[in-house]
Every structure is written in C-alpha cells, then in structure tokens.
C-alpha cells in the first residue's frame, strides 16, 4: 500500500498570503495525484488531478507540482473561501488509493 | 446537470447490514466508474473501494473486502455499497464519486454523502 504523508497539519495563514502544501507518497506514483478541498459540513471537492492540472471552474490561484513521490500545492493571494482542509490522493492503478491525513488551513 | 443523489441517513445496531445507494443523473453510468470513501467524524477520508459501472469489475480496501460489496444497475443508472456485520467502527458519512471506468482515475465530483451511524 503507498503511504500518502502530508505536512504540516495545521496551517494558520492571514488572507492576502501564499501557502504551500506538501504530500508525500511512499513510493512513486508519478503523476496519478489528486487534491481536494473539503469545508465544513460538505463533500470533497476536486482541485487538481495529474499533479498540476486544475479542474473545471478552479481559479488560477491554485497550483499542483510535483511528480514521482514529491508534491506541493500551492494557494496564492488566500481568499477567505480558501480556508478548508485539503486532501492529497494517489490514484495508480494498483489498488489502494490512498489519502493523505490532510491539512487543515485556518486563519490567522 | 451531473449529479450524484445518496440516500438519506441510516442508524443501524451492530451486527446488522446496510445498503447505501447512489443514484446518478447527467450522464451514463456505464461510461463510468465508482469510488466509495468513509469519514469518521473528525477524521480524514478513507477509500473503501472502487466498482466499474462498464464491467462490473471491483476492488476492495483490503480490510474490508469480507464485509463489503459494490454494485452499479446500468438500468437504474444507480451504485450501491453493502457494507455488512456492522460494528461502532463503521460509523462515518459514506461517499460515492464518479471515477473513470478503469481502475486507476481521479474522484471527478462526489455525492453529497450518507451518514451511517452503528450503535446499540
């Protein structure tokens, strides 16, 4: 099973700010990783897949890097609908997929 | 519009079975696949297994495989998890999402989730 690690696990960032939010696979998973945001009470929702691709309706301010078993997201100019926590997710085609813990990013 | 429907909420005592559906619009379940994942309150999310809407080909987390069985009714355009002999550790809110049709795709959007509480 490939081990998904994120860091750190808590963020508190002011809005107006860059973040960067880092994943870690156990094992290469080339580019077969996914982010997601979740607030809360709701579903997950899909940010970037393929590493670095942003998904249908993202803003620009969200970008994926990263590929084999080193990934990063990063959110620039944090608006005040940023603040969620974010998974990470390997989708090789060998099962498990996988999650991350998550990040938790909150206000400063 | 695609959207993912789930079923509404379900309490349940240990030992006890549930079917939690899943009921897609938008778009043609056989074109497609589904992902099931949990989250235990306050916790992350977990992957409990994956069903291809086309073949009906599935995979299992692994601790989990005795007790769970995915399906998808091309003719109802709806999935479902059976998860069975349930105990406290079950309870979480149960998604479903879209995936590619073969193993190995990204979650392309989720359902808005069913809450399954295990308890005596």
């Known amino acids: 099973e490939i081990v998904m690690t994120q860091s750190p696990a808590t963020l508190s960032v002011s809005p107006g700010k860059t973040v960067t939010l880092s994943c870690r696979a156990s094992?290469?998973?080339?580019?077969?990783l996914a982010w997601y945001q979740q607030k809360p009470g709701q579903a997950p929702r899909l940010l970037i897949y393929?590493?670095?691709i942003r998904a249908t309706g993202i803003p620009p301010r969200f970008s994926g890097y990263g590929s084999g078993t080193e990934f990063s997201l990063t959110i620039s100019s944090l608006q005040s609908e940023d603040f969620a926590v974010y998974y990470c997710?390997?989708?090789?085609?060998?099962?498990?997929?996988?999650f991350g813990q998550g990040t938790k990013l909150e206000i400063k | 519009q695609v959207r993912l429907v789930q079923s509404e909420a379900e309490v349940k005592t240990p030992g006890a079975s549930v079917k939690v559906s899943c009921k897609a619009s938008?778009?043609?379940?056989?074109?497609?696949?589904f992902s099931w994942v949990r989250q235990a309150p306050g916790q992350g999310l977990e992957w409990v297994g994956w069903?291809?809407?086309?073949?009906?080909?599935?995979h299992y987390a692994q601790h989990l495989q005795d007790r769970v069985t995915l399906t998808a009714d091309t003719s109802t355009n709806t999935a479902h998890l059976e998860l069975r002999a349930l105990t406290s550790d079950d309870t979480a809110v149960y998604y479903c999402?879209?995936?590619?049709?073969?193993?190995?795709?990204?979650?392309?959007?989720w359902g808005q989730g069913t809450l399954l509480v295990v308890s005596s």
């Open positions: 999402a879209r995936v590619g049709a073969d193993f190995g795709d990204y979650i392309h959007f």
């Open positions: 938008g778009f043609t379940l056989s074109l497609f696949g």
């Open positions: 393929g590493a670095s």
């Open positions: 094992h290469s998973v080339a580019s077969s």
């Open positions: 069903v291809s809407g086309n073949s009906g080909n599935t």
């Open positions: 997710q390997q989708y090789t085609n060998w099962p498990p997929y996988t």
